[in-house]
C-alpha cells in the first residue's frame, strides 16, 4: 500500500541542526512531489516547502528560507528535511505528505498521503 | 502573500446536524486550488477536499466543499460521531502555498 514512512524523535540543544527523513513506497516516487508540514504543541499546521520527486525541485515557505533545505534520493525512494539553527519555537511534529509533481496550481491536488510525524524537541 | 482566515474557531454540534465551515482569503485564490483537511488528536491531517470542490477518494459524500475567489466552505451534511474533529483549509494557487488557523468542531 502507499505509505510515507518517516525517521523517529529527536532531541536538539538551540543552534544546532536536525535532519528527518521520509520513506516512500507503493508508488512511483518520481511521479509525485514531497511537502514538509509542521505542527508546534496545541498549534495549527504550517507549511514548509515542497520538493519534487522527478527532479528535485523545491519551493520553501519564505518564513524557512536559508535555514530549511529539502532532498531527495531517488535510489532509496526517500526525502529529508534538513533544519538549522534551531530555537525552542521549533519544537513541533514535523509531518511529510505527498502530493502532485509541482509545487502548486492544477497539479497540486492536495496532500493526499501523509507520514506518521516526526517530533522534534528544541530543549537546552 | 494570501492568508487564509477560517472561522468560527470553534463550532458547537450535535450528531446528525449541518455543519458548514468557513475559509475567507485575503486575496482571490487561483482557479479554486483550495483543500481541506480533517485532524483527530495524535493522527496526521487527512485529506478531504481538493480543488475546492473535488472529493479525495475514500471520503464519505457528506463532505463537499464549495466556493471561489476569496470565500470557501466545507459542509458536512449530516456529522457522524467520528467527524468531530479539527478542519483545515490550504490554498495552492501561487508558491505561498498556505493553511488557514483551523476551525474545532466538538460535540455540543
Known amino acids: 500500500q502507499v505509505q510515507l514512512v518517516q525517521s523517529g524523535a529527536e532531541l536538539r540543544k538551540p543552534g544546532a541542526s536536525v535532519r528527518v527523513s521520509c520513506k516512500a513506497s507503493?508508488?512511483?516516487?518520481?511521479?509525485?512531489?514531497i511537502n514538509w508540514v509542521r505542527q508546534a504543541p496545541g498549534q495549527g499546521l504550517e507549511y514548509m516547502g515542497w520538493?519534487?520527486?522527478?527532479?528535485?525541485?523545491?519551493n520553501y515557505a519564505q518564513k524557512f528560507q536559508g535555514r530549511v533545505t529539502m532532498t531527495r534520493d531517488t535510489a532509496t525512494n526517500t526525502a529529508y528535511m534538513d533544519l538549522r539553527s534551531l530555537s525552542s519555537d521549533d519544537t513541533a511534529v514535523y509531518y511529510c505528505?505527498?502530493?502532485?509533481?509541482?509545487?502548486?496550481?492544477?497539479?497540486?491536488?492536495?496532500?493526499?498521503?501523509w507520514g506518521q510525524g516526526t517530533t522534534v524537541t528544541v530543549s537546552s | 502573500e494570501i492568508v487564509l482566515t477560517q472561522s468560527p474557531g470553534t463550532l458547537s454540534l450535535s450528531p446528525g446536524e449541518r455543519a458548514t465551515l468557513s475559509c475567507r482569503a485575503s486575496?482571490?485564490?487561483?482557479?479554486?486550488?483550495l483543500a481541506w483537511y480533517q485532524q483527530k488528536p495524535g493522527q496526521a491531517p487527512r485529506l478531504l477536499i481538493y480543488?475546492?470542490?473535488s472529493r479525495a477518494t475514500g471520503i464519505p459524500d457528506r463532505f463537499s466543499g464549495s466556493g471561489s475567489g476569496t470565500d470557501f466552505t466545507l459542509t458536512i451534511s449530516r456529522l457522524e460521531p467520528e467527524d468531530f474533529a479539527v478542519y483545515y483549509c490550504?490554498?495552492?494557487?501561487?508558491?505561498?502555498?498556505?493553511f488557514g488557523g483551523g476551525t474545532k468542531v466538538e460535540i455540543q
Open positions: 507503493g508508488y512511483t516516487f518520481t511521479s509525485y512531489g
Open positions: 490550504q490554498q495552492y494557487g501561487d508558491s505561498m502555498v498556505a
Open positions: 480543488d475546492a470542490s
Open positions: 505528505a505527498r502530493s502532485g509533481g509541482y509545487s502548486y496550481g492544477q497539479y497540486y491536488q492536495g496532500m493526499d498521503v
Open positions: 520538493i519534487s520527486g522527478y527532479n528535485g525541485n523545491t
Open positions: 486575496q482571490s485564490v487561483s482557479s479554486s486550488y
